[in-house]
């Protein structure tokens, strides 16, 4: 699965990271890391974060 | 093949929509909103969109706030525009404002709040509310110069809204009769701090006062407080709170609607059996609290609750037992203003005992963490500025206590 994030969106709220923290994670900056490219299996936990982000700024592709 | 009616076509609808698909469900699924513009995402109206210096059209804006359909809500029917006036809870119907009758099998009431209006006499012109699109555009058109506002009611969103405000260049007055802003959630110590910092910021807070009348003829010129004093402003910007939407349910004697829509753990409407309510209106109780049934206005609220009732609609339309855990979602909020943000878990206003464990509440912009407990027990915590990475470890302190009982 291909996970985009709009970076021009993103204010680092970092509840991706609390639903997806395999695919997430907020370094020790503050700053939003995160796998453009994770596996099939985390896709609900990818559907949460897209869901929770306060942005809005999570995009699934395929 | 059940068919099934969300009344109410904002995020708590949209995600019901989903999470009826996710869960199974596979006959219609109709969607009506009130408001003519598709789901759109609220908190930036009163931050980032109402700052917007583009000045974007509504359609621009909406562009940008609108959530994205997921693949598996293509064939649901979003009737936007379309009111519904009332429901038959045993002849399984809803009439709308045209007058058509529709037929339902699950019934999901996802109709939210609107806000509240402040009773006292005076012109209308220049008085605003914040909620929607179309409050945001004409609160925006109206700030073409710089203006005197005065923001009636120092909650989350008129401390937002008079921050943003601030920002744009305008003079800020927040009056609030009840204490310093937010205090009911953060309580009175990190409250008065942040009256301290935004005060600092350039604002003024009247704090105690309440407001008797609105001068001025055919726009508003002026407050005028319980006090004699008298406030200048040009603009007036009302967050006094919200009115629950339930009066379409009103007069169903099972039901209880006395603050919101009364439900058990799993969002089932009290009295009946194949309808749900969610989001904003949905009153339930929490375990990871207690057994009281409470409204609980945070942004993941319709989100945590779509996913309980869909699976709840369904298990019911499939003739089963729902099964489920008990529901414990972690309540959570964050605020933007000026240079602080704020980010809650728990229930911060249920606490009998608050602390301020991190920081200096004299220098918020440095990070504080307060934590707010209940006969010895963690209800709350509210973070300012601290990392974002802090934030796990500060909602899996709700996660592994719950659930109790």
């Known amino acids: 699965m291909k996970v985009t994030v709009d970076m021009t969106l993103c204010e680092d709220h970092g509840q991706c990271a609390i639903a997806a923290p395999n695919v997430f994670r907020i370094n020790d900056d503050g700053k939003l890391e995160y796998d453009a490219n994770p596996e099939e299996r985390e896709l609900t936990n990818v559907e949460e974060a897209a869901d929770v982000c306060p942005v809005q700024a999570i995009l699934i592709g395929d | ?405």
Not at chain 2, 76 to 95: H, K, Q, Y
Not at chain 2, 127 to 137: E, K, Y
Not at chain 2, 182 to 206: C, S, T, W
């Open chain 2, 1 to 405: 093949m059940t068919a099934v009616a969300v009344v109410g076509g904002s995020l708590a609808g949209l995600r019901t929509a989903e999470q009826l698909r996710a869960s199974g469900h596979t006959g219609p699924i109709t969607v009506y909103g009130e408001e003519l513009h598709p789901p759109y995402n609220r908190p930036p109206l009163s931050k980032e969109v109402l700052a917007d210096a583009q000045r974007a059209t509504s359609a621009e804006m909406l562009d940008r706030l609108a959530f994205r359909r997921r693949s598996s809500t293509a064939d649901v029917d979003f009737r936007l525009g379309t009111r519904v006036e009332s429901a038959d809870l045993s002849a399984r119907t809803i009439t709308l404002a045209s007058g058509a009758v529709e037929t339902w099998d699950g019934l999901v009431a996802a109709t939210g709040l609107r806000p509240r209006r402040l009773r006292v006499e005076g012109p209308t012109q220049g008085r605003h509310i914040l909620r929607t699109i179309d409050h945001c555009l004409t609160l925006r058109a109206d700030l073409d110069r710089p203006r005197d506002v005065v923001v009636v009611g120092a909650g989350f969103i008129g401390c937002e809204t008079a921050c943003t405000l601030l920002k744009l260049g305008h003079r800020v007055t927040v009056v609030e009769p009840t204490g310093a802003p937010m205090n009911r959630v953060l309580g009175p110590a990190l409250a008065e701090a942040v009256q301290a910092h935004h005060e600092d910021a350039g604002i003024r807070f009247v704090i105690g006062p309440g407001v008797t009348r609105f001068t001025g003829d055919q726009r508003v010129t002026g407050v005028q407080l319980d006090t004699g004093e008298r406030l200048l402003a040009d603009i007036v910007v009302e967050s006094v709170g919200s009115v629950c939407n339930t009066e379409w349910l009103g007069g169903i004697a099972a039901l209880d609607l006395s603050d919101g829509i009364l439900t058990d753990n799993d969002l089932r409407v009290t009295g009946t059996d194949d309808v749900v309510a969610v989001g904003d209106i949905a009153r339930f109780p929490n375990p990871l609290f207690d057994d009281v049934p409470r409204r609980v206005e945070h942004w993941n609220i319709p989100t945590e609750t779509a996913k309980r009732a869909a699976a709840t609609l369904v298990a019911g339309l499939q003739g089963r037992p729902p099964a489920l855990p008990p529901f414990a979602p972690v309540p959570a909020f964050w605020s933007d203003q000026l240079d602080l943000r704020f980010q809650s878990f728990g229930s911060p206003g249920l606490a009998d005992t608050v602390e301020t464990v991190e920081g200096d509440l004299g220098d918020l912009t440095g990070g504080v963490l307060t934590r707010y407990t209940r006969d010895g027990r963690l209800v709350g915590s509210v973070a300012v500025n601290l990392s974002a990475a802090r934030q796990r470890e500060l909602r899996d302190e709700f996660v592994v206590m719950a659930p109790v009982g």
